[in-house]
């Protein structure tokens, strides 16, 4: 009697520890991040045609590189404090337009107009060119490519 007692006792004590060790797993597992944008690192072919693009065409500022960053990296701040880190590589990669870099600006109308008294092409989703298309939740947007081939979308989908 006094060992069904014990084991009993036993049996309740593993299932409690592992109730306890199960409540604090899905408890960690269930840990919200929040998470905010950092920063977007493109290689380029060459850091300062790909600095201008950034900088006279988009419109971006160019931020002070840090010290000890190499002059092949060039730095842009974005209204949202995030950053685009211009790299400059000879690995660059071809990438299709659904991987791409996507901003925002309420002034999508405008911008359509620089980018063309620059003659940058920009095309929809589905590439007619100098079109927009309007996403399913009611966001306009235009999609076209910096010097090294990386695709940019931007919208009207300012928060």
Same mark, same amino acid.
């Given at each position: 009697? !006094?060992?069904?007692?014990?084991?009993?006792?036993l049996?309740?004590?593993?299932?409690?520890?592992?109730? !306890?060790? @199960?409540?604090?797993?899905?408890?960690?597992?269930?840990?919200?991040?929040?998470?905010?944008?950092?920063?977007?690192? @493109? %290689?380029?072919?060459?850091?300062?045609?790909?600095?201008?693009?950034?900088? /006279?065409?988009?419109?971006? /500022?160019?931020?002070?590189?840090?010290?000890?960053?190499?002059?092949?990296?060039?730095?842009?701040?974005?209204?949202?404090?995030s950053?685009? %880190?211009?790299?400059?590589?000879?690995?660059?990669?071809?990438?299709?337009?659904? &991987? %791409? @870099?996507?901003?925002?600006?309420?002034?999508?109308?405008e911008?359509?107009?620089?980018?063309?008294?620059?003659?940058?092409?920009?095309?929809n989703?589905?590439?007619?060119?100098?079109?927009?298309?309007?996403?399913?939740?009611?966001?306009?947007? &235009?999609?076209?490519?910096d010097?090294?081939?990386y695709?940019?979308?931007?919208?009207?989908?300012?928060k």
């Amino acid at each position: 009697m !006094v060992r069904k007692a014990k084991t009993s006792s036993l049996i309740l004590r593993n299932l409690f520890l592992n109730l !306890v060790f @199960l409540f604090l797993s899905f408890n960690a597992l269930s840990q919200s991040f929040e998470f905010s944008n950092s920063h977007l690192a @493109l %290689h380029v072919k060459d850091v300062s045609v790909s600095a201008e693009f950034y900088s /006279k065409i988009l419109n971006i /500022k160019e931020m002070e590189t840090p010290e000890g960053i190499p002059s092949t990296t060039r730095w842009f701040q974005l209204a949202d404090q995030s950053e685009i %880190h211009l790299i400059e590589s000879k690995e660059l990669v071809k990438l299709p337009k659904g &991987i %791409h @870099l996507s901003i925002a600006t309420n002034q999508l109308k405008e911008l359509m107009k620089h980018l063309k008294s620059f003659n940058i092409h920009f095309e929809n989703w589905w590439g007619e060119a100098s079109e927009t298309n309007m996403r399913g939740d009611n966001v306009e947007q &235009i999609y076209f490519q910096d010097p090294d081939g990386y695709w940019i979308e931007v919208n009207d989908d300012v928060k």
